[in-house]
C-alpha cells in the first residue's frame, strides 16, 4: 500500500514563487513514476509535471520554464517537489500528486490535493 501527502501549497502574487513537496510512502517506490495533476474550479484534469522512474521529466507546455520537477528515492519513500516560479493566475487550482506504479503492474495512488491560489 502506498500513501501520498502533498503540502507546500498558498496564496502568492503574480511573480511569486511556491514549492510543493510530496511524499509517497511504501514498497517497491522505485518503481514508481510520479507526477503532479492540477484542476482548477470548471476546467478538465490536466498533468501539469512528471518524472519517470528512470528520472525522465515532462512538462504541460503552460509552464515549460517555470516549473521543475525533481525526485529523492530512499529506500521506502519518494519525495517529489515542483519548483514553481513565475506564477500567474491562470496556474490557480488543487494540485494532486500521483504515485503511479502502473508500468510495474501496480496501480495509481492519489493524495488529498493542496491549494495553489495565485492572485493580487
Known amino acids: 500500500q502506498v500513501e501520498v501527502v502533498e503540502s507546500g501549497g498558498g496564496l502568492v502574487q503574480p511573480g511569486g514563487s511556491l514549492r510543493l513537496s510530496c511524499t509517497a510512502s511504501g514498497s517497491f517506490l522505485q518503481l514508481y513514476d510520479m507526477e503532479w495533476i492540477r484542476q482548477a474550479p470548471g476546467k478538465a484534469r490536466e498533468s501539469v509535471a512528471q518524472i519517470t522512474r528512470e528520472g525522465d521529466t515532462h512538462y504541460h507546455n503552460a509552464v515549460k520554464g517555470r516549473f521543475t520537477i525533481a525526485r529523492d528515492n530512499t529506500k521506502n519513500t519518494v519525495t517529489v517537489t515542483l519548483q514553481m516560479n513565475n506564477l500567474k493566475p491562470e496556474d490557480t487550482a488543487v494540485y494532486f500528486c500521483?504515485?503511479?506504479?502502473?508500468?510495474?503492474?501496480?496501480?495509481?495512488?492519489w493524495g488529498q490535493g493542496t491549494q495553489v491560489t495565485v492572485s493580487s
Open positions: 500521483n504515485a503511479d506504479g502502473r508500468r510495474s503492474g501496480r496501480r495509481e495512488n
